[in-house]
Structures are given as C-alpha cells and as structure tokens.
C-alpha cells in the first residue's frame, strides 16, 4: 500500500519509492536501521520517519508530484484564443475581466481559472497588457473642496499649531501639479 507524504504533513523526499520500499524490506527482516538504510541508499535522517511510518501504518510514503491534479483545471483550445482576438479586434481598450466575462457568456459550460486565462491572453493572443490607474474625478468636486476647508480650519483652531511660522495649506492635486512642473 503506498500512502500519500502529504497526508502525513511530509513536504519533500528525495528517494524513490524503489528506495525506500528497499529500506523497509530490509528492516522487516530485522536488519539494524543503520545497515538498512546504508544498503537501500538512504540517509541516517528520514529513515527513521519511514520506519515509524510502515510501524504506524503498514503503508510506503510517496512524494505528491507537483502542479494540479489532472483534470482539475480546462485547457482552453484554439476556438477560445480566437473568440478572444476577435473581442480585442472589436474593442480593442478593454479590462481583462469584461474579456473574461465575455468569453464566459459565450462559453458557459467551460471553466477555467483567472490564471488560465491571464496565461492563454499572454502566451497565445499576442496582445499587450497595460496596467492602468482611473484618475479620480472626485478631487475638483464640491464635496472634496469642503472636506479640504474643514480641515485647514480644524488645524487653524488647534492651539498647539504655530502658523505664523511658513505654513502652507495645500492637497494632493497641487502637490502633484507642483511636482510635474519643477522637473520640466
């Protein structure tokens, strides 16, 4: 029987399970642990986790391979690759969540990952990713200009404050006007 390292909280071994089903051959025959590991090509260390394993459990350890389970994740085809071109010929300035969204429509029994997707649109669509930023509208509205005010005149009225010495008032939208233009 071979029981799963993983299960048991086992994150890495590096033997076969030709190895270490050697090694346990060998100590069910009563043979000292040090010569047994020595024969199976084992070091001293994870010997003694197998031993107490196949005590336990009557089971060999085995290593989980790595990546996902087969089956888990959907392979997107073809067909998906062009159905994704097409969205970007139409409109072209697009999120990849509205390109997600999109496909799934039209697709709605296949399912894939955010990952699969953001891979298959690097790998094989060819297009260009820009991260961007939305500018915020709200820093020239009324409602900020007020929040703005209140917050000089709370300052203006803490007594701790000394503003005969070079205070300045000013928010983060002239701030960065002031920025942009000394480096011209």
Known sequence: MILDAMDLGITYCSYSLDQIACFLLLITEQLPVKTADADAG??????????????????????????????????????????????????????????????????????????????????????GLKRLKRLLEKRTSEEVKLKGKEAVLERTSDENTDLKKKSVFFDEASFNLHISCSQD
């Open 42 to 127: 084992i070091t001293l260390s994870p010997v003694f986790r197998f031993k107490e394993l196949w005590e336990k459990f009557e089971k060999i350890p085995q290593n989980k391979k790595r990546g996902s389970s087969k089956g888990t994740t959907a392979r997107m085809k073809h067909e998906h690759t062009q159905f994704i071109i097409a969205i970007v010929d139409c409109s072209a300035p697009m999120t990849l969540d509205e390109m997600r969204h999109k496909l799934v429509i039209e697709f709605p029994d296949f399912t894939f990952s955010k990952t699969t997707f953001y891979n298959r649109v690097l790998q094989h669509c060819a297009l």
